[in-house]
């Protein structure tokens, strides 16, 4: 097996800008295409009791994604999400090879004791286990090394390092990639999920792919980068990359012929990408949705009052983001301006 | 001095988004704040003497540039640029100190011969001399230590690295420093341009701060990026990696302001930033103008009918790049293609 692998996730992360409504056309054909340019692993959605039946990368279960799948998966490992908040233990059903191979945990710093409780049932019922710590950087290294040591118990088939907010500079993620290295089982895969609020994903990965391991490594993408706030490390560029540093290895026609026909169409109804506003979310360390959810509703508001209005959100809220507590506070902020 | 230094070149290389059309209020906001942010270079527009009066950062005369300079310049060395295109040594008048301390001068690698006698007058006329030879790529390392020795000759104050196209991984640069490192005197400054059509601009730029050099090294950036193509590295994202990577040097804040004043206006009118289409210019080595002139008339060319349309230009005629030219092959396609 090589020791990088790309894992696109355009069906699960890229859902955010879509709410998850891919047509049963695009998901068939997106995960075909991605198995055929070489993808080595796929997260198709989220596995949600409350989920959709149909046109939905929201799958109420996890047997219903057994349709998308085509029988001729070549090596690429299908994946699924589950949110500690959303999905419990009840709607875990046996592994049977026909859906997916494996499920991503995913959980915020005050939600571990859940989180862990899950990955224990995710294994005992036949799946791949995949841990996915959100904010890592809210840990601190020794917090840190105490999660890994407790998610190693369980055997897991990877954990990953989340800048879930985009400000992670690739000295950053060297830093927890140590502890992981020092503290997992030799066989364990380590992962890395960027955002691109800063503009650092694209030079996170390339930086990974220069890692001295002897481990395997996993780089998260989705098609032209769909995701929230700037959006992901972008599939095209991280394949090429691959490309024309380490050998030819996936199909770039492929990934731009898949970005034309699904996520463009996307994209002129909704664009990401980066901003200012999302350059300023990353560098004091707010939830990028601040921008989103303000620009969504004043598109007016310039460069320099958004940076006077975050002054205003107190500490514990910045990384906790409603839209309608956004909105709130903005009409206060403009209140107090105009007294 | 410091070892590392960001020129931004917003007025000269971002004109290509609002055809210089900078007022003269916008202009001279422009430089003052730059100059209070602590960027250490800034390079004003081009001198042209088919430039404006004027509202415009095409200036007809070295001269008229005057008006727009402060008295306290701080450590700030300002520059302009010269096409060798446009512009002939007839127009060069006497370094005074009063108008700018050096020329930029630009040139294809079909101008080398002109190129290197304006870099005589400029220097016989008192200016600081840099040479920005465009496409770098485009010479073989034989050509280009051929061009960086007699460059040498005429003891220039800096050589950049363009990567015009926005193609050059950071092992290319890294190759052509090299060369620079070697050829030239130990006094020589070593400049970066880069451009964003396949993300690589920041990449490179990080890089660049972790060489192994004695010299001095110059960056360029404009803010916001704006600039031609998915444009420029973004001066907010390298002066803030600056202040977080190697001691706070640059006000993040003043650039913030300065974006929010004048860019997304500009932005509002007229987008540049990375796209699928771009990132094929930059994969198959096009101009990145055969994306932005067909787009401008044809926003409904979809990413395979890109792919399929760039098959059919000639190798000659990649890098060059009119908007007839393009609308009339996208013309000739099209009928192709229906017949």
Same mark, same amino acid.
């Given at each position: 097996?090589?020791?990088?692998?790309?894992?696109? /996730?355009?069906?699960?992360?890229?859902?955010?800008?879509?709410?998850?409504?891919?047509?049963?056309?695009?998901?068939?054909?997106?995960?075909?295409?991605?198995?055929?340019?070489?993808?080595?692993?796929?997260?198709?959605?989220?596995i949600?009791?409350?989920?959709?039946?149909?046109?939905?990368?929201?799958?109420?279960?996890?047997?219903?994604?057994?349709?998308?799948?085509?029988?001729?998966?070549?090596?690429?490992?299908?994946?699924?999400?589950?949110?500690?908040?959303?999905?419990?233990?009840?709607?875990?059903?046996?592994?049977?090879?026909?859906?997916?191979?494996?499920?991503?945990?995913?959980?915020?710093?005050?939600?571990?004791?859940?989180?862990?409780?899950?990955?224990?049932?995710?294994?005992?019922?036949?799946?791949?286990?995949?841990?996915?710590?959100?904010?890592?950087?809210?840990?601190?290294?020794?917090e840190?090394?105490?999660?890994?040591?407790?998610?190693?118990?369980l055997?897991?088939?990877?954990?990953?390092?989340?800048?879930s907010?985009?400000?992670?500079?690739?000295?950053?993620?060297?830093?927890?990639?140590?502890?992981?290295d020092?503290l997992?089982?030799?066989?364990?895969?380590?992962?890395?999920?960027?955002?691109?609020?800063?503009?650092?994903?694209?030079?996170?990965?390339?930086?990974?792919?220069?890692?001295?391991?002897?481990?395997?490594?996993?780089?998260?993408s989705?098609?032209?980068?769909?995701?929230?706030?700037a959006?992901?490390?972008?599939?095209? @560029?991280?394949?090429n990359?691959?490309?024309?540093?380490?050998?030819?290895?996936?199909?770039?026609? @492929?990934?731009?012929?898949?970005?034309?026909?699904?996520?463009?169409?996307?994209?002129?109804?909704?664009?990401?990408?980066?901003?200012?506003?999302?350059?300023?979310?990353?560098?004091?360390?707010?939830?990028?949705?601040?921008?989103?959810?303000?620009?969504?509703?004043?598109?007016?508001?310039?460069v320099?009052?958004?940076?006077?209005?975050?002054?205003?959100?107190?500490?514990?809220?910045?990384?906790? /983001?409603?839209k309608?507590?956004?909105?709130?506070?903005?009409?206060?902020?403009?209140?107090?301006?105009?007294i």
């Amino acid at each position: 097996m090589d020791k990088y692998n790309l894992l696109d /996730c355009t069906l699960r992360d890229g859902g955010y800008i879509n709410k998850w409504a891919y047509s049963d056309e695009a998901i068939i054909d997106i995960i075909r295409n991605l198995i055929d340019a070489g993808l080595d692993f796929l997260e198709v959605g989220y596995i949600n009791p409350e989920g959709n039946v149909g046109n939905s990368t929201q799958f109420n279960s996890i047997e219903r994604i057994e349709e998308y799948l085509p029988k001729d998966r070549k090596n690429c490992i299908f994946l699924a999400m589950a949110d500690v908040q959303q999905f419990s233990i009840k709607s875990l059903t046996q592994h049977t090879g026909r859906s997916i191979e494996g499920i991503r945990i995913v959980f915020y710093k005050y939600q571990v004791k859940e989180a862990l409780e899950l990955a224990k049932a995710v294994k005992a019922m036949g799946y791949r286990l995949f841990m996915q710590p959100m904010v890592t950087i809210d840990y601190s290294i020794d917090e840190y090394a105490k999660l890994v040591q407790n998610i190693d118990k369980l055997n897991p088939d990877a954990v990953s390092i989340v800048d879930s907010f985009g400000y992670m500079l690739k000295e950053d993620f060297r830093r927890y990639f140590r502890v992981l290295d020092n503290l997992l089982g030799e066989e364990v895969i380590i992962g890395f999920h960027s955002h691109n609020n800063m503009n650092l994903a694209f030079i996170t990965a390339q930086d990974i792919l220069e890692y001295k391991t002897s481990r395997r490594l996993i780089i998260d993408s989705s098609l032209y980068g769909i995701g929230r706030g700037a959006g992901n490390l972008n599939t095209e @560029l991280i394949a090429n990359y691959y490309n024309m540093t380490l050998g030819n290895k996936y199909n770039i026609k @492929l990934i731009l012929d898949l970005i034309g026909r699904h996520i463009m169409p996307i994209y002129k109804q909704r664009a990401w990408g980066y901003s200012p506003y999302l350059f300023i979310t990353g560098l004091y360390h707010y939830h990028p949705n601040y921008a989103g959810y303000l620009l969504e509703e004043h598109s007016e508001v310039t460069v320099s009052q958004f940076l006077e209005f975050l002054k205003t959100i107190p500490e514990e809220m910045k990384t906790k /983001c409603r839209k309608q507590y956004v909105l709130e506070k903005w009409n206060e902020f403009l209140g107090e301006k105009h007294i």
